[in-house]
């Protein structure tokens, strides 16, 4: 029972408690209980305010509780929420259609997450490599990677912490330097079915292929008959300034795989093959949840209104806009070395071991960042935000550094 003085100013302590007891020990929580959300804004226990740079980790694309998401919602759930796959129905069919128009030919698999999408990924290119590459299994990943935590998603997945209390992984993935032909010439051999890799690799610090990479890595894969896989679980759904990141190459995957933003926050996953690569039958693969009415609703409501509201160019311009601001804040004796990334995918490399700290003195500012490692601020806001709304945030990020700095001297 919470007593009437303060019932709310202890919630997130509260909930601490309680998530100790009954909650699997997985994540590192911030001290913040969120409430309730509005568009890039959330409200917190004690009635807060703070603007969300995360937005669920690059989900809530539409930013926290859109219209669009919640007039799809309600529809569909009065009309139909779950039939299986033994069955049609058209939402799936209307996302499928979408998706393959925003893409490049191919066809659709439905899943529930970003983890599920690569094990799909990873099953059409062992199974590719089996029929046309005379048993070819090993794919070729890049360091830094993060493909996702179910097993095979992992054995992709190069951060060794990740991995090592896990082991043995799925074997026939190798890791190359990312941003390195070389290396990606030289790991492509008889066995290999396969390169994967992110456009821009999120989770280790939003560290982007260079320019003409994806190109260069299309004619290499074309040349060594191999399928080349790309992640956009993080860089998809337009949060790179295109639908698709690697569309900045003019070139076409033989897979992609995407989750995430999907859905607006509705969870959901999807993988896309290329003609090619698309060598799935009936028994190979299934998801009970997969594209359930429910789910493709809601994400066909999402891809709709990211193309009506024009939100692929409010991700550049915004993206580059608070790209600048932030580097400004150097002037001002901000410990930022670098903003690297593209559009509202955004890395603050900082030129100090205090990424954490400016996340939690960030969030008493009303501001929510996220610390990967210690040096490096992610920033993956909703491709709504507006100008007010990066002018406030950058004012609350840069009374952050200026809290950090103080305590540092204190
Ligand atoms: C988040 C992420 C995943 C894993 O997605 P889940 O939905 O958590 O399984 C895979 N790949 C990339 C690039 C991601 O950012």
Redesign the pocket.
């Known amino acids: 029972m919470t007593t009437p003085a303060a019932p709310q100013a202890a919630a997130h302590t509260d909930l601490e408690a309680r998530a100790r007891a009954r909650l699997m020990n997985t994540y590192t929580r911030q001290p913040l209980a969120i409430a309730s959300g509005h568009g890039a804004w959330v409200t917190d226990a004690e009635g807060r305010e703070l603007i969300d740079l995360v937005a669920g ?2 989900v809530n694309v539409l930013g926290h509780c859109h219209p669009a998401v919640q007039s799809a919602l309600s529809a569909q759930a009065a009309a139909l929420i779950h039939t299986s796959n033994l069955y049609y129905t058209s939402p799936q069919l209307e996302l499928a259609e979408l998706l393959v128009d925003s893409a490049f030919p191919s066809r659709v698999f439905f899943c529930n ?4 999408a ?1 094990e799909a990924a990873i099953k059409l290119a062992r199974k590719w490599g089996k029929r046309h590459r005379d048993g070819a299994h090993v794919i070729v990943c890049t360091q830094g990677s ?4 179910t097993l095979g ?1 992992l054995a992709a997945t190069s951060n060794a912490r990740y991995r090592a209390p896990f082991e043995p992984l799925p074997s026939g993935f190798v890791h190359v330097p990312y941003n390195d032909l070389d290396a990606m010439r030289a790991a492509i051999d008889a066995a290999t079915c396969a390169v994967m890799l ?1 456009p821009v690799e ?2 280790s610090g939003v560290h982007p292929l260079d320019a003409g990479m994806l190109r260069e890595l299309r004619r290499i894969c074309d040349e060594r008959d191999v399928l080349l896989i790309v ?1 956009e ?3 998809g759904m337009g949060r790179t300034g295109r639908w698709w990141a690697h569309q900045h190459d003019a070139i076409a995957p033989d897979i992609m ?1 995407i ?2 933003g999907l859905g607006g926050g509705v969870p959901i ?1 999807a993988v896309l093959a290329a003609p090619r690569a698309d060598v799935f039958e009936p028994g190979d693969h299934g998801a009970t949840f997969g594209g359930s009415p429910l789910a493709c609703a809601v994400a066909c409501a999402v891809m709709r209104t990211i193309a009506a509201d024009g939100l692929i160019d409010n991700a550049v311009s915004m993206g580059d806009y608070l790209a600048e601001s932030i580097s400004a804040l150097r002037s001002r004796g901000a410990p930022v070395e670098t903003v690297r990334g593209r559009g509202l995918m955004l890395g603050v490399a900082l030129s100090a071991d205090v990424a954490p700290r400016v996340g939690l003195a960030a969030l008493q500012r009303g501001l929510i960042v996220n610390a990967v490692g210690a040096r490096t601020l992610r920033l993956v806001p909703p491709l709504t935000i507006n100008r007010g709304e990066v002018d406030e945030a950058v004012q609350r990020l840069a009374a952050a550094f200026d809290d950090v700095a103080a305590q540092a001297g204190a």
């Open positions: 980790i690059a997450s970003g983890a599920e690569n993060f493909h996702g935590r998603a992110e999120g989770e992640d679980v993080q860089t795989t989750a995430k996953g």
